[in-house]
Each structure stands twice: as structure tokens, then as C-alpha cells.
């Protein structure tokens, strides 16, 4: 057993047990005589493909051709814009709720945890 001090993160975890797991893998391929330099390239291939879909899905769901309308999209098509998570999403409905259909831009700098960074990141993506 091996134990490391403080605190470890899921991730730290993860990449520990992958490495030894990598190693067994070479160790047990190297005794069977296979290549092992053609099996890391397949390993190399494999993870860079899973790292390229993580990616891909972080996009957003939304393109600048289809806009969202910010006056009457639900939780879950705002949620589709890059930048808006669930908080965000929730704060502009009850802020719709409360003060009525936005008119411009500004208006959404009035939601809570709505600034400049994110309107500029949102603005391709939304109408009113």
C-alpha cells in the first residue's frame, strides 16, 4: 500500500492508477515478446482521440447562425451557450421573471454573475 501525505484530488488518483496500470501493461507485453514500442503508439493513439472528444464536447451546442432567444429559452437551451452554466442560466430566467424581457445587450449585465467577459463570450449566440 502507498500512502501520500495531504490531501489527493480524484484526478491525481487517476493518474496514478493509469501510470501503474501502464506499467504493468509494458512489463506483461515485454515478457510475451511483443513490440512495445507499436503498443505505446497505440496507447498514444487511443488517449489523444478520448482527450480530443472531451474537448469536442466542451463546445458549444449552439452555432452564431442559430441564436438563442434569451427571452424565452428554458434552462437547458441556455445552458447550450458556451458560458452559461447552470447558476447563469437559473439567474437570467429569474431575472426575465422579475423584470420583464431583456431589450439590449446591457440589460444583461444586471444578472447576477453576468459581466463583461461573459456577455462578449454570449453574444454571438443570442437574439432578443
Given at each position: 500500500?502507498?500512502?501520500?501525505?495531504?490531501?489527493?484530488s480524484?484526478?491525481?488518483?487517476?493518474?496514478?492508477?493509469?501510470?501503474?496500470?501502464?506499467?504493468?501493461?509494458?512489463?506483461?507485453?515485454?515478457?510475451?515478446?511483443?513490440?512495445?514500442e507499436?503498443?505505446?503508439?497505440?496507447?498514444?493513439?487511443?488517449?489523444?482521440?478520448?482527450?480530443?472528444?472531451?474537448?469536442?464536447?466542451?463546445?458549444?451546442?449552439?452555432?452564431?447562425?442559430?441564436?438563442?432567444?434569451?427571452?424565452?429559452?428554458?434552462?437547458?437551451?441556455?445552458?447550450?451557450?458556451?458560458?452559461?452554466?447552470?447558476?447563469?442560466?437559473?439567474?437570467?430566467i429569474?431575472?426575465?421573471?422579475?423584470?420583464?424581457?431583456?431589450?439590449?445587450?446591457?440589460?444583461?449585465?444586471?444578472?447576477?454573475?453576468?459581466?463583461?467577459?461573459?456577455?462578449?463570450?454570449?453574444?454571438?449566440?443570442?437574439?432578443?
Amino acid at each position: 500500500m502507498v500512502r501520500l501525505p495531504g490531501r489527493v484530488s480524484k484526478s491525481k488518483c487517476l493518474l496514478i492508477v493509469m501510470f501503474v496500470g501502464v506499467c504493468f501493461l509494458f512489463s506483461s507485453l515485454a515478457m510475451a515478446g511483443t513490440d512495445t514500442e507499436k503498443a505505446a503508439s497505440g496507447i498514444h493513439k487511443s488517449a489523444t482521440s478520448s482527450a480530443a472528444s472531451k474537448v469536442s464536447s466542451s463546445t458549444p451546442d449552439v452555432s452564431p447562425q442559430e441564436k438563442i432567444n434569451i427571452n424565452k429559452a428554458d434552462k437547458d437551451t441556455l445552458m447550450k451557450i458556451k458560458g452559461l452554466g447552470p447558476t447563469k442560466a437559473q439567474n437570467i430566467i429569474e431575472y426575465r421573471e422579475k423584470f420583464g424581457p431583456f431589450k439590449s445587450y446591457e440589460d444583461l449585465l444586471k444578472v447576477k454573475g453576468i459581466g463583461e467577459k461573459t456577455l462578449e463570450l454570449i453574444k454571438p449566440f443570442i437574439t432578443f
